[in-house]
């Protein structure tokens, strides 16, 4: 769980995945849960604790991410990146329409909780649409296929204009997929 505090005292709570690439320890998050600068952003860890951001790598507002470096995590299990990413025609299997995913997340900050979904669509630029649950604070929770392989991250859930206004469409997520990140930052 990442908290990121403005300089006015206002906190963001969203999920990131720990990724390991070359011996060194990251965070890939949403950049729209980073509202202040490194030294106010934190990463909530399973004991309880606190881990300090060490740099920002990178932050996208195209694609809507960021690569936070932290320390080592001692009771967590970072994942390997590239090797937990799917390959060449991997991509074909992994992502068809009705593929079952699952994320796990801090959504109304709570969790971590897991929850299933299936791919229902495609949106333009490679997003992918989940059918699923997710609320504030789950943005940029890892989302694996089934045989655990890294596709992608949640980004959002949809919002649309209906007949009684804009409408919170909660069980329809907005997923990017990984191949949107630029990894050569970190490889």
Known sequence: RILS???????ASTTGTYIKAKGRHYIVTVMHG???????????????GFTPCREIIIM????????????ELPLSEP????????????WLETIPNQA?????????????LT??????????????????FA??????????????????????IDVGETIHGVDVL??????VPTFKIDWSLIL
Not at 34 to 48: A, N, V
Request: some cysteine; aromatic content about 12%; charged content about 20%.
């Open 5 to 11: 505090k403005t300089p006015t005292g206002a906190i």
């Open 34 to 48: 980073l509202l202040g600068p490194c030294e106010d952003t934190r990463i909530w860890t399973e004991d309880g």
């Open 60 to 71: 996208n507002p195209i694609i809507d991410y960021a690569i936070i470096e932290i320390d």
């Open 79 to 90: 994942i390997p990146i590239p090797r937990a990413l799917p390959r060449g025609d991997e």
């Open 100 to 112: 079952q995913l699952y994320y796990t997340g801090y959504p109304n900050s709570t969790g971590p």
């Open 115 to 132: 929850f299933p979904g299936r791919i229902v669509g495609y949106a333009d630029g490679d997003f992918i649409y989940m059918h699923s």
């Open 135 to 156: 609320w504030g604070g789950a943005s940029g929770s890892g989302v694996f296929a089934l045989d655990g392989k890294l596709v992608g991250y949640l980004l959002a």
């Open 170 to 175: 909660e069980d329809i997520v907005v997923v």
